[in-house]
Structure formats: structure tokens, C-alpha cells
């Protein structure tokens, strides 16, 4: 079986790290393509250095954009490579940016089978870019691996329960695989002097955000009536709409740092606050209370028993949230029926592969 992997931004070099062993370890071939839109050294390169992902077959360096033009870019180039390349049994992808969708679309039209990993995720705001491109996806894909029982419900509802797959979530099985690594790569020392549970750790870079007057200035007023120096590892976007707006002297702002960097951080903060989608699990997978900077999640089961709170920019929602404790034990969430997340997608694929061509050959 030959398969194209198509990653493009941080979270997907995670989630690659885990399931392309996967893959390899039972025969499949694997051509890993980058399309690069995420092209800072920080969000992309370091990524494959240090989680052992070997070298992309190709970088498209796409590049940033409007959403239009960055899709349009990628979808070009991809379709480019995949024509000269071809042929492949399917196209895999993860997620929910622009080079998932720009991967779906061409798929599609060359009517290539497209696997679709995480499958399934809904917050139901279609003002979400992401919301928009994971509802495509899972419409084009011809195989829906999906993370929870939320995620196949939710496939279900849409009509979309042939080719669902209940596998499990591939970000647990990266967290298990790199956390111990992480505490013995990148001790906390080699980041701040603060103890741990003495900090709270935050990441923001969501256009509801970044890109709407005053949203900010909220969230940084919240931060500034709380008890802990808050570490921020300042994404490109949102440094760029930093312009006016006044930081809290509690706020220590660094560069953004790697995806082992920042499973040390989560592991000995005591409180994270994102806008983040994959940073909710990690904490909650290790057990730190999350404040989500959006007014819902993907990610439902980790609101029971106020584990993960959404407050989106209401300031004292954020303060409350952040001072709470959680009122009891966590639920499952991403555990593989059988195995790992990443195994039971590797072994699905061969075997839905040999099912098709045995029912071709009929």
C-alpha cells in the first residue's frame, strides 16, 4: 500500500510522529509531504528534529496568505506533486487547517481515497475557519477515523457513519510517548526559575482572538488579576497584533518553543489558558486545569467536573475558571478501544486497502 501523508502545521508534525511508524512498521509506504504553511523554524523544522520524523519527500513552501489565497497555493502545488508522484491507494490526513482542506480538494478530484484522522471533531461555530475545513473533509473522506464516541456521534447525525472508525486519539499517543522524554530534554530550569505548580501557561493565537479589536486587552486584563506569573510563548500571529496593546508585568512572553518544550511546561504549570485545540487534551491527559480562551470546544469530555472550563473573552469567567478546582475524577477521553490510536489506523487501512482490491478482482 502507498500512502501520501500531507502535513503542514505544528499539531499534524505531532500527530505524524505518532502514526507514520505505525505505517511503517507494517509494510505501508509512506510519501510525507510538507506543504509549509507553517514555515517558522520554531513551528516547523525543530518539530522534525527532535520527534524523529524523518525528512519530508517534499516541502511545497506555501507560505501564509489570506485563507483563499494559502489553500489555493497549497492546493496547486499539491496537485502538481501528486500528478508527477502518483499512484497512490489514498491520501491521509490530520486535522483541520488549510492543508487539510486543500489536501481533501485535491484528493477528491483526482478521485484518490482520502483518509481523514480525527474525524468527526465539531465545535458547531461555522465562523471557525477550522470548523469549515473539518466539515468538508469529512464529507470528501472515505474513511473517518474518529478520536471519541462524541466525534462518531456527531458523524452519525451528518449521515456520515459508513467508512467511521472509532480508533481512538493519535495527540494521547504522543503524549505518552514524549513526556518522560520531554521533563529529561528540556527541565523546566532551562525555561524559568519559578517552581512548579507556581506558574499558570498560556497560548493564544486564534483570529477570535488576535484579529478582533479588544479581545486581547480582556484577556490580558484577566491575566493581570491573577495570582501567577503567566508564561506566554508568543505565537507570529498574535505578536503581530501586539501593536498598543499593554502586557501585565505578570505576563513573561518567550518564544515559542517546541512540542517537547511545551509538554514540560504543561506538566509542571498549574493552570493552562488556550485558545488552543490539542493544548486542552495535553492538560487534561496530565492532569492540569485548563481554561479555554473560546466560547466551546471540540473536545466535550474534558469539561466534566471542571477539568477545562470555556470562557471566551469574558474577563471575570476567566479569573472564576482559572481560581477553580475540579469537582471530580476525569473521564476517558482518546483511549483506543484496542491498542493505540496510531496501530489501529495503520492496521485499518491495510486492511479496508485489501478489502477493495479483493472486491475489484470479483
Known sequence: MRICTVVGARPQFVKAAAVSPALRNIGVEEVLVHTGQHYDANLSRVFFDELGIPDPDINLFAGSGSHARQTGSIMAR????????????????????????AG?????????????VEAGLRSFDRTMPEEINRVVTDCLSRWLFAPTVTAVNN?????????????????LDATRMFAARARERYPLSSFTQHASGAYALSTIHRPSNTDIEGCLEVIFSAF?????????????????RMDGVRVPGNVEIIDPVSY????????????????SGGL????????????????????EETTEHGWNTCVG????????????????????????PAGTASSTIAQALVRKEEAIQTWSKK
Not at 511545551?262 to 485558545?275: F, K, R, W
Request: net charge negative; charged share 20%.
Open 155 to 171: 458523524l452519525a447525525a451528518e449521515g456520515l457513519s459508513s467508512g467511521t472508525e472509532l480508533v481512538g486519539d493519535v495527540m
Open 313 to 336: 473573552t469574558n474577563e471575570e469567567a476567566i479569573v472564576q475558571a482559572a481560581l477553580a478546582t475540579p469537582t471530580g475524577s476525569q473521564v476517558p477521553l482518546g483511549e483506543a
Open 224 to 240: 493581570r488579576r491573577l495570582p501567577w506569573p503567566i508564561i506566554l510563548p508568543l505565537h507570529p500571529r498574535t505578536k503581530a
Open 260 to 275: 517537547m518544550a511545551m509538554l514540560t511546561l504543561v506538566q509542571n504549570a498549574c493552570c493552562v489558558l488556550t485558545d
Open 104 to 116: 481533501a480538494l485535491v484528493a477528491a478530484k483526482l478521485q484518490i481515497p482520502i483518509a481523514h
Open 78 to 101: 499539491l496537485e502538481a506533486y501528486i500528478q508527477k508522484s502518483a499512484p497512490f491507494d489514498a491520501i491521509l490526513l490530520y486535522g483541520d487547517t488549510n492543508s487539510t482542506l
Open 280 to 299: 486542552q487534551k495535553e492538560a487534561y491527559w496530565l492532569k492540569v486545569l485548563c481554561v479555554t480562551l473560546r466560547r466551546e470546544t471540540e473536545w
